[in-house]
């Protein structure tokens, strides 16, 4: 199987805290690779290493065989990658047609001119975007809250506008931080099968942060654990739950 992504040894430090040290792994083609780890182990520093957000100073991001480990994030978008937030970053005064469609700019090709008078290309173009957005409200089953204000929604709704929007750059790597932090059961399983249908249906690579450690094994192929910076542990969801090391930090000891 191709490796998608390839983390090599890539460290991160904001003054003297170091968020990264030397963290590696591979993604492959095709898979949910999970990172877990404690709160402040340094997740999202890697998502945001990965989308361009951080630069380490040390190591570096191969995407697809090319370094991107100084490329800036609308260039990664371009290429591919998209990235759900942990702390929702929404248009929150538009509605959830317009959020998607804003997230469809890096496809636009007409020229400013044309889009402007909405001539000709500019408008097949315009309405050829607008029916990949409708395919991905009625793929989420958005349909009920596609003209509704963003702020109005609830959280969970406001996860899988989120969601939306990623899906709407045509990602080949998705990464998803945190996506059913704040939710309840029911928009977990949502979320879950929402997932699932996106890997399985779409054949996007997916990387996942998730403090849900049951649906973290029940869905991913591969598991990397960090703590405090360091990668831990990694290997299928049956290996990861007998490690040693990754039961003492993360999972919790065995009480006997």
Do not use: C
């Not at 990602?171 to 998803?176: A, D, Q």
């Amino acid at each position: 199987m191709p490796v998608k992504l390839h983390v090599d040894k890539i460290s991160l430090s904001f003054g003297g805290i170091k968020a990264l040290n030397e963290v590696e792994f591979q993604v492959n083609a095709g898979e949910i690779f999970a990172v877990i780890g404690p709160n402040g182990a340094g997740k999202t520093s890697l998502i945001n290493s990965i989308n361009g957000f951080y630069h380490p100073q040390a190591g570096a991001i191969i995407f697809e065989g090319s370094d991107i480990t100084h490329m800036p994030p609308y260039k990664r978008a371009a290429l591919g990658i998209s990235r759900t937030f942990q702390n929702i970053a929404l248009y929150t005064n538009a509605t959830v047609l317009d959020n998607l469609m804003a997230a469809r700019h890096i496809h636009m090709k007409t020229g400013m001119l044309s889009g402007a008078l909405f001539w000709g290309a500019a408008q097949r173009e315009e309405l050829a975007h607008r029916r990949r957005v409708e395919e991905i409200i009625d793929f989420l089953e958005m349909e009920h809250i596609r003209k509704s204000i963003v702020g109005t929604l609830s959280y969970g709704l406001r996860k899988l506008v989120e969601l939306g929007r990623a899906l709407a750059l045509e990602p080949t790597l998705l990464l998803l931080d945190e996506p059913m932090a704040g939710m309840n059961i029911e928009e977990k399983e949502d979320m879950a099968r929402f997932i699932l249908d996106i890997h399985e249906l779409q054949g996007t690579t997916i990387m996942l942060i998730e403090h849900d450690i049951g649906l973290v094994m029940d869905i991913s192929h591969h598991i990397a654990v960090i703590d405090f910076g360091v990668k831990i542990g990694e290997g299928a969801p049956a290996e990861i739950s007998r490690d040693e090391a990754v039961i003492a930090a993360y999972l919790g000891e065995e009480e006997h």
